[in-house]
């Protein structure tokens, strides 16, 4: 039988003329509409093995098939929320259906949502990926639309100083508190200070280490202790027989809490996320003379590219070069004095 219902779905189940079985869902429980895809598939299968007709595929297999050759990415799961996000306009479209006048839709309902304009890039270059791959390696189609990103602000390094530092730390409850003056230490992501266990740290050869799986950039990264963290881990010893950080016994899963925001609030400072302690951290190291080849290794990043977001605060080797220019004193004496109004 060429269709089968299993629960409230129908499922086609035919043979090719090449002899394989084609079996998948309909993903309908209306039986004619079951029939209509059943007897279209069954044509493109013919065609494709007895005309080498290229078939007709649709959004939802580019998105499968993506998914499934992405599983090891660490975006996977972000993926996916943006390809649920996406099938509202994609779904059952036919790939070259896809034009730069659906594109545009996709954009401004995205900007409708209130997305800022990275947010809106990261579907829109999910999206643009996926329409090359269908081109250039699965040859699905002859032509992708181009897909134009949105221009994105140039935004500063948020960091905290010192001082405000200490106070944000005063102000957290004490779990909260050892975790963000680790994470200040290491530079450690969110998720790693979180995450951390017993079996990923030597408190002897003053190291931790997070493995390729647990690695934004699934690469193994090794954290060099200072004394700081050396003494945060000390304190944490015995409070659990496998995670280094807890609340009340039990491991910590968010940080950005009610506790973290209100501890912002009774310390003055703004605009500051969990993730700007990893910021603050890159910037001490480098305004304190450590080069940008030696933190891009302790952060683990991949690329020059995100180490060079700190570069403009490394500028300590410059300063010998400064007086290489001056202006001669008796050009100096004809400048016009300050202003009443300056002075005032």
Known sequence: MSLRKRGPVWW???????????????????????????????????????????????????????????????????????????????????????????????????????????????TLSLLRAILRRCVREWEWTDRAPAVRLLKEPTRRIRFLTQHQAMVLLHELPPHLRSMAAFALSTGLRRANVTGLTWNQVDLTRRLAWVH????????????????????????????????????????????????????????????????DLRHTWASWHVQNGTPLFALQEMAGWETEKMVRRYAHLAVGHLAVYADNVKIHGTILAQLPAPSKQLDS
């Open 212 to 275: 390729p799986d647990q690695a934004k950039g699934r690469k193994a990264i090794c954290v060099p202790l200072n004394d700081t963290a050396i003494a945060i881990l000390h304190a944490e010893v015995g409070r659990h027989p496998e995670r280094v950080f807890t609340y009340e016994g039990r491991p910590v899963f968010q940080v950005s809490s009610g506790a973290w925001y209100k501890a912002l609030k009774r310390a003055g400072i703004e605009d500051f996320r969990w993730h």
């Open 12 to 122: 086609i189940d035919f043979v090719a003329p090449d002899g394989e079985r084609v079996r998948r869902s309909a993903q309908t429980g209306n039986k004619v509409q079951a029939q209509e895809l059943h007897d279209k598939l069954k044509s493109e299968v013919w065609r494709l093995q007895r005309l080498g007709d290229r078939p007709r595929r649709v959004w939802q297999d580019a998105a499968v098939r993506w998914l499934h050759e992405q599983s090891h990415k660490a975006t996977h799961e972000a993926d996916k929320t943006q390809l649920r996000w996406l099938d509202r306009f994609l779904a059952g479209r036919e790939l070259e259906s896809i034009n730069r006048a659906l594109i545009d839709t996709i954009t401004e309902a995205r900007r409708q949502e209130g997305c800022a304009n990275g947010t809106v890039n990261r």
